[in-house]
């Protein structure tokens, strides 16, 4: 390998393909790591001007007036349907928006479909900072949530595509979609094989590319064989992949970030901040999650996917139980007896749970189904696992104020329970993926699990089924499976 190069280990064979850092490489790693700026814009937005006056006045004054009148339950002030839907009509519309970018990515391109979530994205952005009324306000919120719909379903992939690993498949910015070219898979994908090896030699910066290329050319081949890739996906063989992934997304949603994010602001205020605690919440939280993303980073590959999310279902368990602890003993449903002393101590609590979801629920929970599911299945497994977080995300932020109301601080116990429960399950019945070759996954992890390997019993012959069934003599991984 000449110098400067670095491997890049293929998909399905394991051979070692010749590559270098190209600018085209750095390039898609900067988009990817600035696509979580979607997802925070949502965050710092609706879990911060929901408790700034001036916010509330204009689009929400019967929240405004519950709030300042100081008669109301403390758990009950911003127990609003409209104020609810203002926060998760994003997820709805990006949820919907899923199934048009689908299209979008096969027929199109992925380059254009991340065009198309900037587009979205920007329109979002205008329409809510010059919004006159709450019709605006939401219009703007779907659009918004439309952008990261298609950016949802386009980076994972189209990262790895590019670099070679997985990543966060959050949004990405018309800018590094203007910069960058469309990924050899998906020209191959759509037949234009010479700009595909074109655009691999440029990003691979160099003109061996012969091996990676034919490999590509071949998924490209398979893929195209298989006509119901969502029924395929509900066979016995991919049940556990499917199964951790939709679980996986449920858990995050289940943790209590959403509880933690809204709450942050109030006790800032708490603190003395007042009209600026919006702004030092995010801050402070931003910061705590930027650093733990850094630690996840760095050890997710040295110490392995599960130890993470047991340690950090141990931190977010205890780190939720004070919180609760605390505001069920000085916080009343009338008076706010929370003195700076106890505030401090909660504002601490929520930097340890914060710390322990960025390194851990937050991005592995769009890892791992990404290295869990096969070549033949993946696209579509991504999409279920897109569709699911929406859908629960969109769940949540639908119902978390009234749960708050009606909970009062025992919501922080509600959700450390779920902790609990999502922490037994990765004890369980998560495999360790850290080292393994996806197209090694089926030998030395599924077969060898306690209880996912009874799913792994026929498997070849299952294969020797489709071979039959296919008439050329070469499975393409699918196949009508008898026992689903």
Request: aromatic fraction near 10%.
């Amino acid at each position: 390998m000449p110098g400067g190069g670095f491997s890049v280990a293929a998909s399905r064979s394991g051979e070692e393909f010749e590559a270098k850092i190209t600018p085209i490489v750095i390039i898609s790693c900067v988009m990817a790591a600035t696509g979580g700026l979607m997802f925070g814009y949502d965050v710092g937005v609706s879990g911060g001007v929901t408790s700034m006056d001036d916010f509330l006045k204009k689009f929400f004054p019967v929240v405004y007036r519950r709030k300042i009148q100081g008669d109301t339950n403390n758990y009950c002030k911003y127990d609003n349907q409209g104020l609810q839907l203002f926060t998760s009509s994003l997820y709805l519309a990006g949820l919907t928006s899923t199934f048009f970018a689908s299209y979008t990515t096969r027929k199109l391109g992925r380059r254009l479909t991340m065009l198309i979530a900037g587009v979205f994205f920007i329109l979002g952005v205008i329409l809510n900072t010059t919004a006159q009324d709450l019709g605006m306000l939401v219009a703007g919120r779907i659009l918004l949530g439309c952008g990261v719909g298609f950016a949802n379903q386009d980076p994972s992939m189209g990262l790895e595509a590019v670099a070679g690993a997985g990543g966060d498949p959050s949004g990405t910015a018309d800018t590094g979609a203007l910069i960058v070219k469309d990924t050899p898979n998906s020209l191959i994908e759509r037949g234009k094989l010479d700009e595909g090896k074109k655009v691999l030699k440029m990003i691979r910066g160099t003109e061996n590319v012969e091996p990676e290329y034919n490999e590509i050319v071949e998924a490209s081949r398979i893929a195209k064989e298989v006509k119901h890739p969502f029924r395929n996906l509900l066979k016995r063989r991919n049940r556990p992949q499917l199964v951790i992934a939709v679980l996986l997304q449920i858990f995050q949603q289940f943790t209590g970030i959403n509880a933690i994010m809204f709450y942050a602001p109030v006790l800032f205020n708490t603190l003395g901040f007042k009209n600026d605690a919006s702004l030092y919440s995010a801050v402070i939280t931003g910061a705590v999650n930027v650093l733990s993303t850094v630690v996840s980073i760095y050890s997710v590959d040295k110490i392995g996917r599960r130890a993470l999310l047991l340690e950090a279902g141990v931190q977010m368990f205890l780190s939720q139980v004070v919180i609760a602890i605390l505001l069920g003993v000085k916080v009343t449903n009338h008076s706010d007896n929370l003195s700076k002393g106890y505030a401090v101590l909660v504002v601490i609590m929520i930097c340890t749970f914060v710390s322990a979801f960025a390194w851990s629920w937050g991005p592995l929970g769009w890892l791992i189904p990404s290295e869990t599911f096969p070549l033949e299945t993946r696209s579509a497994g991504q999409s279920v696992t897109v569709c699911v977080n929406l859908l629960f995300t969109f769940v949540i932020a639908q119902a978390f104020l009234s749960m708050l109301c009606g909970l009062k601080y025992g919501i922080f116990l509600f959700f450390s329970s779920w902790v609990l429960v999502m922490s037994v399950f990765v004890l369980f019945f998560l495999p360790e993926t850290k080292n393994v070759p996806i197209e090694e996954m089926t030998e030395r992890v599924w077969k060898r699990h306690w209880f996912w390997k009874r799913y792994m019993d026929d498997v070849d012959g299952e294969e020797m089924m489709e071979v039959k069934e296919n008439g050329n003599g070469k499975s393409n991984g699918y196949g009508d499976d008898a026992r689903l």
